[in-house]
């Protein structure tokens, strides 16, 4: 499972696998949660896993954003990171697309620069778990 936990609020966002086909992403906070059951090819978790890996190769904060979507584009995470090591994953989620109940949770988590390795070995596990 690929945890990431705010620094500065209790938020979270949990990845987790569910079979070979499918990712679960939870996101809770204070007066706000979503989870989205989201479809993935080996590719796509491969990929998340590519994504968490290139963001701890960085040896010094980034301009710019980064981002990863899945196939579907119901999870998306932006990246960004100040110059002192703030960084925050702006976290979309959605479901049911087209439909009269659609949905859309957006919203920031903020980590720090130092914690990217360990994201990527979770993110890592996460494919070959």
């Known amino acids: 499972m690929l945890t990431l936990r705010s620094s500065n609020s209790s938020r979270t966002l949990q990845i987790a696998a569910r079979g070979d086909s499918y990712l679960v992403a939870t996101f809770a906070g204070p007066?706000?949660?979503g989870?989205?059951?989201?479809?993935?090819?080996?590719?796509?978790?491969a990929g998340l896993a590519h994504?968490?890996?290139?963001?701890a190769e960085l040896e010094a904060p980034w301009t710019g954003t980064r981002t990863w979507a899945s196939l579907e584009g119901d999870l998306e995470l932006a990246v960004a990171c100040t110059s002192l090591g703030?960084?925050?994953?702006?976290?979309s989620m959605s479901g049911m697309p087209g439909a009269s109940e659609e949905w859309r949770l957006q919203a920031g988590l903020e980590t720090e620069f130092g914690l990217l390795g360990r994201l990527a070995a979770d993110a890592k596990d996460l494919v070959h778990g």
Do not use: H, I, M, Y
């Open 31 to 33: 007066a706000l949660s």
């Open 86 to 91: 703030a960084v925050t994953f702006q976290v």
């Open 51 to 55: 994504f968490f890996a290139e963001l």
């Open 35 to 45: 989870a989205v059951e989201v479809w993935v090819e080996t590719g796509d978790v």
